[in-house]
């Protein structure tokens, strides 16, 4: 059975840091890509980043760029999102994606 388990969400203030993890069983992930997702409300869901299987590339939403760093540690079955300088339009359920499989999220609100 595949599960993604997230978590670290939590409320945090504006220019804050926050670090997101998913941890994964059922698959074998160092053959994985890994994503993250946010779905805001009142908003369709979106891409957030993903890395490659080692870990050597990135890419991230123009969004995010520049404040959110995507890895894994495929010894632990873990991937990871640091979050720094949020803002408040950073606030959403984050769930992380793998091989059609989704977690059930985590929440993340940036508020004062």
């Known amino acids: 059975q595949v599960r993604l388990v997230e978590s670290g969400g939590d409320l945090v203030q504006p220019g804050g840091s926050l670090r997101l993890s998913c941890a994964a069983s059922?698959?074998?992930?160092?053959?994985?890509?890994m994503e993250w997702y946010r779905q805001a409300p009142g908003k369709e869901r979106e891409w957030v980043a993903d890395?490659?299987?080692?870990?050597?590339?990135?890419r991230y939403a123009d969004s995010v760029k520049g404040r959110f760093t995507i890895s894994r540690d495929n010894a632990k079955n873990t991937m990871y999102l640091q979050m720094n300088s949020l803002k408040p339009e950073d606030t959403a359920v984050y769930y992380c994606?793998?091989?059609?499989?989704w977690g059930q999220g985590t929440q993340v609100t940036v508020s004062s």
């Open positions: 994606y793998s091989a059609t499989y």
């Open positions: 059922g698959i074998i992930f160092r053959l994985n890509i």
């Open positions: 890395i490659t299987t080692s870990g050597s590339i990135t």
